[in-house]
Structure formats: structure tokens, C-alpha cells
């Protein structure tokens, strides 16, 4: 990314027409900047389910302007024919990616939109779309800063802080969330280490996360995954900061392939734990980790997609969950934009939302 404004806001935004998306191609970096128009349900739906946009508040942002810039299309001025299009395409978008709550919670915004304005005519309800994107998009911006702040105050400067994944400006907007607080710290002169797991198979820790943060000027180590442990043994880790792709109303919480082991890590060596993440994170209809849809993901991810020629026997047997659950018993708390909501957390996540 040649303008650091960009990575600043975010990676996705409306075209100034409102009639396309542009999304900053999250798989090209940090080696190349490539931006990408999205204008069809199949673009949108290949970006979202490539990874082009990834991160849990980010795809729900560019799937709140996929409906925009789908609604925009319809040639219909039937309220019926417009709301069905819509639905369909709302769907079709869901199913690109199961994990992550805030791509439905964004589609269902949307379309919520459309269901209480029937009584208006379908270029007025357009109008409105074009409204609620934008403050969906303004929002999680507004939400990040919040996150960070809340983050901020749990660490001290010379902090080591370790993450997992990417849950910074690419996958949000502005701040991010996990590595809002060393991103905010930095601008406050509050100064946070950070070691950046590597995040095997898509390396999202190595490609983007310890990107980001070299950007913004964060002290930034990267580790592979199997290093978290040896880190924390030598004292240098005193928080672990992690992202979020669905809170169950227990606490329970998925993220990242790869999380739920950091959390078991820092447990044994007394180190707190904490996940970072809006409250469209917070799936207060999903009662435990169990109900969470777990993505299964292609196995070339892990025999050959990285390397100049396959690392694994050709056609081997391979299991390849993008993310796991991680257990709320090893949740220090989680932080959100209301606030940090400590155990116990059926409880306290439900005063949140009051
Ligand atoms: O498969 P990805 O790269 O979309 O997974 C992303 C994560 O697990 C992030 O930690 C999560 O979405 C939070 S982003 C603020």
C-alpha cells in the first residue's frame, strides 16, 4: 500500500459513484498493492470467500456495501421483486463464509432496512441502503477506537503483548482491534512490544499483522506459531491480544485456527488473556462454542499454497479448520466497545446489551 491514509481508514471502501466496492487485495500483500472493483454478487462472494477481504468486521463492512451496490441494480420498482432479489443475494453472500457472525449480522442490518420501509418507493429504500452502509462502515470505525482505548488501559508501556492472526486496520477499520491498543499506544507514546504469531497455513500474522504494525511504527517481532510458548517462558509476554469471529452468549469464542492453544498456553504460564472485538461480534443467539459453525478450508492451503514446490505427498490426507473455540474458562475478559466485560460472562455480556 503506497498511502498509509489507506491503511490507516481501513481496506475496504464505496466507490465515490456508490456503484462498486474497492477492496485493498489482502492475499497480495504485503509484497504488492492490488485494489479490486467488486460490482457483481459473484465478486463480492469470491473476495469475501479468497480472503481478498478478510477479518471478521471487515467482510460484514464489505457485505453491507455488497447490498448497497446490489440494490442499486435491480430493475424493478416492485417492492416484492426487490426485497426477494435482495434476500437472495443476502443469502448467497452469507454462505460464502459460515465463522464469522458480522458478515449475516451486516447482511440482516441491510436487510432490516429493507423489511421496515415497505411502504416506500424502491428508489427511497435504495437511498436508505446507501445510508446504512455508511454508518455500519462509520460505526466499526468508531467501535475500534473504543476497543483500543479499553485495550490500552489493561497494559503499560514496555508491555510484551502477543496476537495471533490479523485483527488490525486491514481486517477492521482505523484502529483494528487486537492491535488497536499498540497502534493507539504508539500514538500516545505509550510504547508496546509486540510478537506477531505467524499464523500457519495463510500467514496472516506474517503477511499482514507484522506489516501493519511496522507501518504504524510498532516494535513488532514475528514467531512462528510453535514459538509462542518459549516467548512466554522468557517473561516477555505480559497480555495476549486476540481477535474474534463469533462470541457465544457463554464467553465461548472463535477465532483464528491456532487461538484456542495460545489461550491454553498463557493459562499455564499466568499470563492474561483477553479477546478484543465490536459488539456485532457478540452472537447472543449462539448459547456455547459448540453451536459455532466451524469453516473447513481447501487442503492445498497446507500441502503446497506457500511453497515453490509442495511440501507434502501429493493427494495426502490433510484437516484444515480455519478456525477453533476457545474455551471462556481461559478468558481473562473481553473487550469490547462497551466496555471490558470480565466473567462471569453469561451474565455480563447479557448487561451489555440491557
Ligand atoms: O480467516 P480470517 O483471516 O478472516 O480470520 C480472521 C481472524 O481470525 C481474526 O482474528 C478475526 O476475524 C478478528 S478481525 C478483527
Known amino acids: 500500500m503506497e498511502n498509509r491514509e ?13 456503484k462498486s466496492c474497492i477492496i485493498l487485495d489482502q492475499t497480495q500483500l504485503p509484497n504488492r498493492q492490488v485494489y479490486l472493483e467488486l460490482e457483481s454478487a459473484q465478486d463480492f462472494y469470491d473476495a469475501i470467500k479468497t480472503l481478498a477481504v478478510r477479518g471478521a468486521p471487515a467482510i460484514g463492512i464489505c457485505a453491507a456495501y455488497a447490498v448497497y451496490v446490489l440494490a442499486q441494480q435491480k430493475q424493478t420498482e416492485e417492492y416484492a421483486l426487490f426485497r426477494d432479489a435482495l434476500r437472495k443475494d443476502g443469502e448467497y453472500l452469507i454462505s460464502s463464509r459460515p465463522t464469522a457472525v458480522n458478515l449475516s449480522w451486516a447482511v440482516r442490518q441491510m436487510l432490516g432496512v429493507v423489511e421496515e420501509n415497505g411502504n416506500l418507493p424502491v428508489s427511497q429504500i435504495v437511498g436508505l441502503l446507501g445510508d446504512e452502509c455508511r454508518a455500519i462502515h462509520a460505526e466499526d470505525i468508531e467501535m475500534c477506537r473504543r476497543i483500543s482505548e479499553y485495550g490500552l488501559s489493561l497494559v503499560k508501556a514496555g508491555d510484551g503483548i502477543l496476537t495471533h492472526c490479523n485483527a488490525g486496520p486491514l481486517a477492521t477499520s482505523k484502529y483494528g482491534t487486537a492491535i488497536g491498543p499498540a497502534i493507539l499506544g504508539k500514538e500516545r507514546g505509550v510504547d508496546l512490544k509486540v510478537f506477531s504469531d505467524e499464523t500457519r497455513p495463510l500467514l496472516q500474522g506474517a503477511r499482514l499483522t507484522s506489516y501493519e504494525l511496522m507501518m504504524a511504527g ?3 517481532t514475528l514467531i512462528c506459531d510453535n514459538m509462542a ?6 517473561g516477555w509476554v505480559q497480555a495476549c491480544f486476540v481477535g474474534c469471529d463469533r462470541i457465544a452468549a457463554n464467553g465461548d469464542f472463535a477465532n483464528k485456527i491456532g487461538t484456542s492453544g495460545v489461550a491454553i498456553l498463557a493459562k499455564h504460564y499466568g499470563i492474561p488473556f483477553y479477546t478484543l472485538g465490536p459488539t456485532s461480534t457478540i452472537d447472543m443467539d449462539c448459547p456455547t462454542g459448540d453451536d459455532i459453525k466451524i469453516e473447513q478450508r481447501d487442503p492445498d492451503e497446507i500441502r503446497s499454497m506457500w511453497y515453490r514446490q509442495p511440501m507434502a505427498p501429493e493427494g495426502v490426507k490433510c484437516y484444515n479448520p480455519a478456525f477453533d473455540v476457545t474455551d471462556h474458562e481461559l478468558v481473562t475478559a473481553i473487550v469490547t466497545d462497551r466496555g471490558i466485560v470480565y466473567p462471569p460472562f453469561d451474565e455480563n455480556l447479557k448487561k451489555i446489551f440491557a
Not at 489507506?6 to 456508490?18: N, P
Not at 510458548?229 to 522468557?234: D, P, Y
Open 218 to 220: 510498532v516494535d513488532v
Open 6 to 18: 489507506d491503511l490507516k481508514s481501513g481496506s475496504v471502501r464505496l466507490a465515490d459513484d456508490g
Open 229 to 234: 510458548s518459549i516467548v512466554m517462558k522468557n
